[in-house]
């Protein structure tokens, strides 16, 4: 696939993207009822159930770039990507779809500020990639290795302890009759053609790549992210559109904190190392702080995202594309290895 021609790569992507969005669903779907049959509160069911599962293409594309494809900035670069395309258009998009969406305490301050962590970790877990197993030609490559990967996992081990102690305090409702072996049965299913659709964004991005002379780092940041996170966009989309706006913004940051501490990490643990190029990843990430910060203040504001902040996170993400392609023509030169 790697000398496929631009139509059949961007073919590939479509139809990769499509197999996503339709397992994603599915798995989401799952999710949501499993999280109700075992009784987690509302903000649990966003922040950890459906973010894992609606995660999990952009888990299988950090794995599979990584273990397979030996492409640790494709892999890193969809996390990323991912992570600005869910703070900034699914909000955004969920709050037009749905005239409006309330927020409430526990997301603006506990999971935005949470999450916000997760990106000061992940880049910190970078950096030192880069000061103690960097290339020996002193350049800025970041070389993550089994025994760094377990400092996120152990963050996320946190985030998750902070939120089973909501469950404990959580008097859940009934939720009426739940087959749950059927319900495991289709995640499971879901999760093996999820896989499939991902391998197909992958290799698209690879095949953009040499056809076009374009990093694949630039194709994950944008095609292959988008493609991926179009089941978060699916759940909080609908979330939002029942009034559920706490449960939408929860999976929103509840995916990124996922994507960030557990994605990467485990593609580490499958490949033995992953090589990032740190000048790269850096400022992915600081964009990606504006965004939050950006997320963080509309939000914050009255307790909800109305339509006009709405626009507005979807025009910051408009820039961010924009940058993008600036830099893959040589316009701009502020992201080294691009």
């Known amino acids: 696939m790697a000398t496929a021609s631009v139509p059949v790569a ?3 992507a479509a139809v990769g993207s499509a197999v996503v969005w339709v397992a994603g669903g599915r798995l989401e779907t799952a999710s949501e009822r499993l999280g109700a049959y075992y009784g987690f509160p509302p903000v649990v069911q966003g922040a950890v159930i459906a973010a894992v599962g609606s995660s999990f293409p952009e888990l299988t594309t950090a794995v ?3 273990a397979l494809h ?3 900035n494709l892999g890193v670069g969809a996390i990323v990507g991912s992570a600005i395309f869910n ?3 699914i909000p955004g998009w969920s709050a037009l779809r749905g ?4 927020a409430d305490r526990d997301v603006v301050y506990k999971e935005t500020q949470f999450y916000m962590l997760a990106v000061a970790v992940f880049l910190i877990t970078l950096s030192f990639g880069v000061i103690y197993l960097g290339s020996a030609d002193g350049g800025l490559t970041a070389t993550l290795t089994r025994p760094l990967a377990l400092v996120p996992l152990a963050l996320y081990g946190v985030y998750v302890f902070i939120q089973h102690q909501d469950v404990t305090d959580y008097d859940a409702p009934d939720p009426g009759p739940v087959d749950a072996g059927r319900q495991w049965l289709l995640l499971a299913g879901s999760l093996v053609v999820i896989v499939a659709g991902v391998e197909a964004l992958v290799q698209a991005a690879l095949s953009l790549e040499t056809a076009l002379g374009v990093p694949s780092t630039v194709w994950g940041l944008t095609v292959v992210a988008a493609g991926t996170s179009l089941p978060d966009a699916a759940v909080s989309v609908r979330a939002a559109k029942a ?3 706490t449960t939408s913004l929860a999976n929103v940051l509840g995916s990124n904190t996922f994507d960030l501490l557990v994605a990467v990490p485990a593609a580490v643990l499958v490949a033995g ?8 990843a850096v400022p992915m990430l600081a964009f990606l702080t504006v965004a939050t910060l950006a997320f963080l203040v509309v939000t ?3 307790l909800e995202l109305t339509r006009s902040e709405a626009a507005g996170l979807l025009a910051l993400y408009a820039v961010f594309v924009g940058w993008m392609a600036t830099e893959a023509t040589g316009v701009t030169g502020f992201v080294p290895g691009i």
């Open 243 to 245: 009034g559920r706006g």
């Open 64 to 66: 599979l770039s990584a």
């Open 99 to 102: 005239r409006g969406m309330e």
């Open 300 to 302: 914050r504001t009255h």
């Open 87 to 89: 703070i900034l258009v």
């Open 70 to 72: 030996d492409s640790g």
């Open 273 to 280: 190392y992953v090589e990032v190029d740190f000048g790269t």
């Open 10 to 12: 961007v073919a590939l």
